[in-house]
């Protein structure tokens, strides 16, 4: 409605109602700057939420498939692969590619694997991936089974992997491996 006429025509041209006008104009260019930078950080999440998910895929692929060493080039150079809940006798932390490498080179010669039912969680930060999954396969030296469940909270910078924190039940793998002292360096 025009002011004029809601205001009774003299009011509208006094400074104080022209002040009140250029505000409320200023106010929505504000919230309409606001709302298209919030759209374009919104993008911005996806773009980096969408590159950590592809990111952890490849790690899915690349160990499934035993293509260890394009799995250690996922991760930073000081990039760090955790397990919270080790098997006895089984180091809990590795940092960098070296360790990576050397922890997980003999993986593809202990389990035959495939990685099904991914399921990623809705996190805040958009460089954090958290997913569940399963693994099917076998113990490539018993011909056991290996069935596991997963959840893993992974941590990536630059599309790169940082910290990967691997939640799993070591048991599952020793009976696998048909082991009681626990489970092999690189055989999880």
Same mark, same amino acid.
């Given at each position: 409605m025009d002011r004029r006429k809601l205001l009774g $025509?003299?009011? =509208? *041209? +006094?400074?104080?109602? =022209? *002040?009140? #006008? +250029?505000t409320t104009a200023q106010a929505d260019s504000h919230t309409s700057t606001r709302k298209r930078g919030s759209a374009m950080s919104q993008h911005h999440n996806d773009a980096i939420r969408a590159r950590a998910r592809q990111t952890f895929k490849h790690h899915l692929e690349?160990?499934? #498939?035993?293509?260890?060493?394009?799995?250690v080039n996922l991760? +930073?150079?000081? &990039?760090?692969?955790?397990?919270?809940?080790?098997?006895? $006798?089984?180091?809990?932390?590795?940092?960098?590619? =070296? *360790?990576?490498?050397?922890?997980?080179?003999?993986?593809?010669?202990?389990?035959r694997l495939k990685f099904v039912n991914v399921r990623f969680h809705e996190t805040a930060d958009p460089a954090l991936v958290i997913a569940e999954f399963? #693994?099917? &396969?076998?113990?490539?030296? +018993? &011909?056991?089974s290996y069935n596991q469940t997963y959840i893993s909270v992974v941590e990536t910078r630059d599309g790169k992997i940082s910290h990967y924190k691997?939640?799993?039940?070591?048991?599952? &793998?020793?009976? *696998?491996?048909?082991?009681s002292t $626990?489970?092999?360096t690189g055989a999880n």
């Open positions: $025509g003299a009011l =509208a *041209a +006094t400074p104080l109602i =022209a *002040a009140i #006008s +250029t690349y160990l499934s #498939s035993g293509r260890i060493p394009e799995w991760f +930073t150079k000081d &990039g760090v692969l955790e397990f919270p809940y080790p098997p006895t $006798g089984t180091p809990d932390y590795f940092k960098g590619h =070296a *360790a990576l490498y050397d922890y997980m080179q003999h993986f593809p010669e202990t389990f399963n #693994s099917e &396969g076998i113990a490539i030296s +018993t &011909g056991k691997d939640f799993w039940n070591p048991l599952i &793998g020793m009976e *696998a491996l048909g082991s $626990g489970i092999p």
